[in-house]
């Protein structure tokens, strides 16, 4: 049973579209969550982490989190063709080994 | 510059041999990890280790081993691979156990 469920798994939107991402824990221990972004052939690269409820906006990126639901999502505003990319959430447990839990991912294809 | 490296990048080996991959951080971060990336892109934490202590170790099969020189280096050794042991294998680096991860750019291992 994957603790970290990502949707939907694909996503096509047009250029400066909006893009939303969602990701949702079923861990109960999870206090932080990060997204990354891993575009082909190249490892992930951290895009923003929120442990607050409410939102969190660095330009063209917004991250929701609700801590209650333990469901966190990303919004892409604008989107762009350089903006296709796997994009994986992440959960930390506030307890036990640390560790982050990774989820499947969702695809993002923006067509120009 | 100051990053996650590894080596090789791309390494092709037939089934029973040994096989190792190199990982060296120049961030100064106490504790690094190593993740295999399978086919369906999902992210599985293999070992994470923390000044040279084993803090993680899920269950791999033991023909998998971590070897740390020192906190800045933590190579993976494969003893005698299997083909499902064709992944692409990441090394990260975090400052501690709970903050965020920064990944290398991997090394793809195909098992003949």
């Known amino acids: 049973q994957q603790k970290v469920q990502q949707s939907p798994e694909s996503l096509i939107v047009p250029e400066g579209g909006m893009a939303s991402l969602n990701c949702t824990s079923s861990?109960?221990?999870?206090?932080y969550f990060w997204w990354y972004r891993q575009h082909s052939g190249k490892s992930p690269k951290m895009l923003m982490?929120?442990?607050?409820?409410g939102e969190k906006e660095e330009g063209r990126f917004t991250v929701h989190l609700n801590k209650a639901s333990l469901h966190t999502s990303l919004h892409i505003r604008d989107s762009q063709p350089s903006d296709s990319a796997l994009y994986l959430c992440?959960?930390?447990?506030?307890?036990?080994?640390?560790?982050?839990?990774f989820g499947s991912g969702t695809q993002l294809t923006v067509m120009p | 510059e100051t990053a996650v490296f590894q080596t090789p990048n791309y390494h092709v080996t037939q089934v029973g041999n040994e096989v190792s991959f190199n990982c060296k951080q120049t961030?100064?971060?106490?504790?690094m990890y190593w993740y295999k990336q399978d086919s369906k892109k999902l992210l599985k934490i293999m070992f994470s280790?923390?000044?040279?202590?084993?803090?993680v170790n899920e269950t791999v099969p033991r023909r998998f081993s971590p070897q740390s020189s020192d906190k800045a280096h933590l190579n993976l050794r494969i003893k005698s691979v299997e083909p499902e042991d064709s992944a692409v294998y990441l090394c990260?680096?975090?400052?501690?156990?709970?903050?965020?991860?920064?990944f290398g750019p991997g090394t793809r291992l195909l098992v003949l």
């Open positions: 990260a680096s975090s400052l501690t156990g709970v903050d965020t991860q920064y």
């Open positions: 992440a959960a930390r447990a506030s307890s036990g080994s640390w560790q982050l839990i």
């Open positions: 861990d109960r221990n999870v206090d």
């Open positions: 982490s929120i442990f607050s409820n």
């Open positions: 961030l100064g971060h106490d504790t």
């Open positions: 280790y923390n000044n040279k202590q084993l803090i």
